[in-house]
């Protein structure tokens, strides 16, 4: 059975009509990639292998992608818009402030504690593309800065709402949080050690505390996984 064979439900666009079959075929040909990316990396996806894996052929995937470049930017791009929607969006139900920051890192969290067993692109993909200057690492780089800003305007607001301090450092705060999660990563899925997800939580604490934070401390994840094991 080919990708285009599959069951799908009616895909949808952004504003909730009707995608396309042609624009069905290659959101399921984007999942597929995205998929197999999380296992080999950005840089192992390529024309054929997503053919095999899809069971299409080469002129087929190529037909809808144009080339391996553009489906590495579109396996970004649809990382990207799974991770506003799991971690950036549901923040902004909570209050303006150190609680809407609080949301956005337990969300981060909570997406990281997953990714540990099945990899981040964002990490992987720094790794891959670092120095290697092209669309790709732009795509990728760009991603990561349209969280960054995100999250830096959140610290902004705590700042302007008196939970923090008046004299924080924006750019120093969140790079010690994005520190946070690069560390997460590399204890649990690459050392294994246990306990790392607590430990990550322990030091957002800590942050919050040292710059000022006068609010309740965030809700611990719950412990699941392998990795988490104290």
Known sequence: MSVTDLPLKPARSRDGRALQKGQQTKAAIVEAA???????????????????????????????FGSREELQISVIR????????????????????????QAMFAN????????????????SGAVEFDDRPGPV?????????TWH?????TIVMAKE???????????????????????????ARFLKNPGSIAR???????????????????ARLMKTAKNTKE
């Not at 969290?109 to 990490?123: A, L, N, P, Q, W």
């Not at 990550?200 to 965030?218: D, M, V, W």
Request: hydrophobic residues 45%; proline residues 4%.
């Open 34 to 64: 995205l998929g197999l990316a999380t296992q080999i990396g950005l840089e192992g996806l390529s024309i054929g292998a997503l053919a095999e894996v899809t069971q299409m052929s080469k002129s087929g995937v190529f037909a809808h």
């Open 78 to 101: 649809e990382y990207h818009d799974r991770f506003e929607q799991d971690v950036f969006y549901p923040s902004l139900a909570a209050p303006r402030g150190l609680p809407r920051l």
């Open 108 to 123: 981060w969290m909570k997406r990281t504690s997953v990714e540990i067993d099945s990899g981040c692109i964002y990490i």
């Open 137 to 145: 690492r732009d795509a990728l780089a760009s991603s990561v800065q």
């Open 149 to 153: 800003a995100a999250m830096k305007r």
């Open 161 to 187: 709402e008196g939970h923090l301090r008046a004299d924080v450092d924006e750019e120093q705060m969140l790079f010690e949080i994005h520190g946070l999660i690069l560390a997460l990563h590399y204890e």
């Open 200 to 218: 990550a939580n322990t030091g957002f604490e800590h942050i919050l505390a040292r710059y000022g934070a006068a609010a309740p401390k965030p």
